[in-house]
């Protein structure tokens, strides 16, 4: 005879309406900037008198957007793969090597995480200052890849954790050079954590702005710097505008990444069945 142990009501009723309320909290703010966005008026005022989609036509024609778009797109996608290459050769090196300070290395390398950003990029504007270089985007690239790449790290870390070594053994065992079990063997059966890994690292690029207040020129800046000068200087809904815009496109990214690729597999959410 079984016995059925089920929650109190309390509980039963208790707990998906606590959930309920998270997530109603959570998106409250997303409900209040959308509908803000659409106010016909130059102050942002909630809720709208009247409705009107001018904000969003000066989202894309801002001078200043533009550039800080451009920018941002320059400076995410080179410090993004170069976090990748960087990243996937010092997890290797610190999962297979053995040698003296690795522990000093990791936590160097992982220090970011807990570092307040703007610490960084305070630190790497007086460098630049000291040495007399030009704050042109190759700072800001470098910038990035320290922040980004922990990231980097942890996720191929994680995936060689999972990765099978008998495997590569196999490969060499009938005759494959190192190189070739690299690329043929380790590469392919990494690629999840790789991939993992450089969403991550684009996300946090693109988004970053404590850092890149600090080390960025008008030539330079990004959008979130872009954004932040405009909110100084405006208080009309074009930010609520462009934030809804942020909002949307990043959803429809996740949605169709996950449509066709699966992140909860890519990103080591889920078993790889």
Same mark, same amino acid.
């Given at each position: 005879m079984k016995i059925r142990h089920s929650l109190p009501l309390p509980l039963r009723v208790g707990g998906p309406a606590l959930v309920i309320a998270i997530i109603a909290f959570l998106l409250l703010p997303v409900v209040v900037v959308t509908l803000a @966005?659409?106010?016909?008026?130059?102050?942002?005022?909630? =809720? =709208?008198? /009247?409705? /009107?989609?001018?904000?969003? $036509?000066? &989202?894309?024609?801002? @001078?200043?957007?533009?550039?800080?778009?451009? /920018? @941002?797109?320059? &400076?995410?996608?080179?410090s993004s793969l170069l976090a990748?290459?960087?990243?996937?050769?010092?997890?290797?090196?610190?999962?297979?090597?053995?040698f003296p300070g690795k522990e000093?290395?990791?936590?160097?390398?992982?220090? =970011?995480?807990?570092?307040p950003h703007f610490t960084l990029g305070l630190g790497l504007l007086i460098l630049v200052a000291q040495l007399d270089l030009a704050r042109g985007y190759a700072i800001?690239?470098?910038?990035?890849?320290?922040?980004v790449l922990p990231f980097v790290m942890r996720s191929v870390y994680v995936s060689m954790e999972n990765l099978d070594e008998r495997l590569e053994q196999a490969a060499a065992s009938l005759?494959? /050079?190192?190189?070739?079990?690299?690329?043929t063997v380790t590469v392919p059966?990494?690629? =999840?954590?790789?991939f993992g890994g450089w969403l991550f690292a684009a996300i946090m690029s693109?988004?970053?702005?404590?850092? @890149?207040?600090?080390?960025?020129?008008?030539a330079t800046q990004t959008l979130p710097v872009a954004m932040y000068n405009y909110v100084r200087e405006f208080a009309d809904p074009t930010l609520a505008a462009l934030s809804v815009v942020y909002i949307a496109v990043t959803a429809?990214?996740?949605?169709?990444?996950?449509?066709?690729?699966?992140?909860?597999?890519?990103?080591?959410? $889920? $078993?790889?069945?």
């Open positions: @966005s659409f106010n016909e008026k130059a102050l942002l005022t909630f =809720p =709208p008198d /009247s409705w /009107s989609l001018r904000w969003f $036509e000066r &989202v894309f024609t801002y @001078s200043d957007f533009q550039q800080g778009f451009k /920018s @941002s797109l320059v &400076v995410t996608l080179w990748l290459f960087i990243g996937t050769a010092l997890a290797i090196a610190v999962k297979r090597m053995a000093t290395l990791q936590a160097i390398l992982l220090s =970011p995480l807990v570092i800001v690239i470098v910038c990035h890849v320290m922040l005759g494959a /050079s190192p190189l070739r079990v690299l690329f059966l990494l690629a =999840p954590g790789l693109f988004s970053e702005f404590t850092a @890149s207040l600090f080390i960025t020129t008008q429809t990214l996740l949605t169709v990444a996950n449509y066709f690729l699966g992140l909860g597999k890519v990103l080591n959410i $889920e $078993e790889n069945h």
